[in-house]
């Protein structure tokens, strides 16, 4: 890729990541960090002395307002009770997240991709693989987000998006200021 192309590409994302971070004025539910974890799927190998949990068909995983679902899961939870959930969906499928908001406003941020990794300690979230990411307020969509990867800071509410090559570019809609 020439110099200037990137160039271009590294401002187009960082505008867009700007964007969305101001545009928004509500965090992740605070009460989600204590929330204990739900594992649901079709099949489940669960080891307790490593705190592994592999899922496997239907899977559906629920801490809080947020629910993660796909075809398969890997699920560690290290020593100090913290989760890191790794999702990937059916081949030609995406496997979904959303997560409710804290704030005035009845805010959801749902996202969709190949692969969700969510850390619990980081309070992170990454799609890979035909990611998008929408927030809603109600049932209406505000803003929307598609690129090859997403990166989403649950507790600030900032995103960062990259894509590969000018085929499959950044793009946003960001909707006007609330009044």
């Known amino acids: 890729m020439p110099f200037l192309a990137l ?12 964007c969305l971070t101001m545009a928004t004025s509500s965090y ?9 974890i739900k594992l649901d799927a079709d099949q489940a190998k669960m080891d307790d002395t490593s705190q592994e949990y592999v899922l496997i068909g239907n ?30 969906a059916k081949p030609g499928e995406l496997a979904d997240f959303s997560q409710r908001m804290d704030g005035p406003y009845n805010e959801t941020v ?5 692969f969700i990794f969510y850390d619990g300690k980081a309070e992170t979230l990454l799609i890979k693989g035909q990611a998008s990411a929408i927030k ?18 649950l ?7 990259t894509s590969s090559n ?7 809609i960001i909707a006007p200021k609330r009044q």
């Open 155 to 161: 507790a600030t509410e900032k995103f960062r998006a």
């Open 110 to 114: 749902e996202g969709r991709g190949e």
């Open 136 to 153: 809603r307020v109600g049932i209406n969509w505000r803003d929307k987000l598609d690129a090859n990867e997403i990166f989403y800071e």
């Open 166 to 172: 000018a085929q499959t570019p950044v793009r946003s």
């Open 28 to 36: 992740a539910l605070k009460e989600d960090r204590k929330q204990p």
């Open 59 to 88: 899977v559906k995983i629920v801490k809080g307002s947020l629910v993660v679902s796909g075809d398969k899961a890997v699920v560690i939870v290290d020593p100090e009770g913290y989760q890191q959930i790794t999702v990937v």
């Open 7 to 18: 160039i271009s590409r590294t401002i187009q994302v960082s505008l867009v990541a700007m």
